[in-house]
């Protein structure tokens, strides 16, 4: 059975730095094939593909968020980080990893809340 | 980036009735489109990859069709809990893009 959960801080400052950590279960991110992205949904908006890391560490930045994204792997953990700096209260979202097998992203997490405020 | 419009915005149905949504990209994605269900709450839930590939549990009232620009999926009897946001997302082109969403909501 596949799962994954994300956890990181519900709170965070303009202009900090968020550090998400997706921990998973049922699949290793070592097998040819397998991914794990990050999706954002702003409260009661449309959802934002972030980032992609594959099994081969090849990882796929947003265009838009490049500069500001960084997505590392701990395969012996089953951990995915996604750091984002410079927060902006626009960046509040709820913020989803998802498992992503030969492209197709078949199951997500339950996602956290992430509320950018001074 | 290719953009996905979906329609319409909100569908008001009965539980039972069939159910019909579009989603139409801006550039040829041939058949690299999947569609989610967002029950309030939760995280979307695959439904169809491919344009047509019902995904791992998935019961066999949901329906997708399509290629190229124009998809659709169809619900053939809606059930309480298809009472939800429809999601279609494109996988053809990266970055990876979804439609604004389709309500179906109680009549």
Known sequence: QITLKESGPTLVKPTQTLTLTCTFSGFSLSTSGVGVGWIRQPPGKALEWLVVIYWDDNKRYSPSLKNRLSITKDTSKNQVVLTVTDMDPVDTATYYCAYILYGVPGLWGPGTLVTVSS | ?107
């Open chain 2, 1 to 107: 980036e290719i953009v996905l419009t979906q329609s319409p915005a909100t569908l008001s149905m009965s539980p039972g009735e069939r159910a019909t949504l579009s989603c139409r990209a801006s550039h040829s994605i041939n058949t690299y489109l999947a569609w989610y269900r967002q029950n309030p709450g939760q995280a979307p839930r695959l439904l169809i990859y491919d344009a047509s590939n019902r995904a791992t549990g998935i019961p066999a009232r949901f329906s997708g069709s399509g290629s190229g620009t124009d998809f659709t999926l169809t619900i053939s009897s809606l059930e309480p809990e298809d009472l939800a946001v429809y999601f279609c997302q494109q996988r053809s082109s990266w970055p990876w893009t979804f439609g604004q969403g389709t309500k179906v909501e109680i009549k």
